[in-house]
């Protein structure tokens, strides 16, 4: 219920009120680009990354970042990556590099907020997490705080590293996510196989996954 009672809505702001639900209720249908304008201090100038630099989103803010699918990524996780970020900063820097070359190396790339795939001729100048995603999770988190209590969230910052072919990235995808399920554009061909099957004979029930 709303209240004019300027200190009930910062009550109401405050950590406490930051749930997995109210969370997805402020975000809607915006995507991270659009998500991290919200609380930034500078906007991307669309300029490519370079490597041997680290960015601060801070000052970038809709910048095009996509996720890789996954099957790691719950609330829980998300939150003790927000807690601790906004208790002690960022450690060491995530990693992103071009979406593109992730897809061609057989994953699925989506959108950190909306969860929707992004088709594979739609990630020219978009790029990805490859090292990172529990901390980007928890920093959406810090986004949406950040823009309902008007405080500034934790320094998310990164390294941009170019990998020249798909298989060179892939290489340090393994290395870095050894623990991680790869969710490729085969399994995404089947599913999209069931739906069409199922769609067919009028069932929208779920078929595969």
């Not at 402020?26 to 659009?34: E, H, L, T, V």
């Not at 304008?37 to 990354?49: H, I, N, P, R, Y």
């Not at 630099?53 to 099957?71: A, C, F, V």
């Amino acid at each position: 219920m709303k209240t004019n009672n300027p200190a009930t809505e910062v009550k109401h702001s405050s950590l406490a009120a930051i749930n997995e639900t109210f969370v997805n209720n402020y975000i809607g249908n915006r995507s991270f680009a659009d998500l991290s304008k919200a609380t930034s201090t500078s906007e991307w100038d669309g300029q490519a990354l370079e490597e041997d630099r680290i960015y601060h989103m801070d000052k970038m803010g809709g910048l095009p970042i996509l996720w890789i699918k996954d099957n790691r990524r719950t609330w829980k996780r998300a939150m003790k990556m927000f807690s601790a970020c906004k208790a002690n900063t960022m450690t060491t820097p995530a990693i992103v590099t071009d979406a593109k070359v992730v897809a061609d190396w057989g994953l699925i790339l989506i959108d950190p907020c909306t969860r929707e795939e992004v088709p594979v001729d739609n990630l020219d100048g978009k790029y990805c997490i490859l090292e990172g995603h529990g901390r980007s999770h928890g920093f959406i988190i810090a986004l949406v705080e950040a823009a309902q209590t008007g405080g500034k969230p934790f320094d998310f910052h990164f390294i941009y590293r170019h990998y020249d072919t798909a298989e060179d990235f892939g290489k340090a995808y393994v290395s870095t996510n050894t623990d991680m399920t790869r969710t490729t554009s085969k399994d995404r061909a089947y599913s999209s196989f069931c739906r069409i099957f199922s769609s067919d004979r009028g069932s929208i029930a779920q078929i595969a996954g």
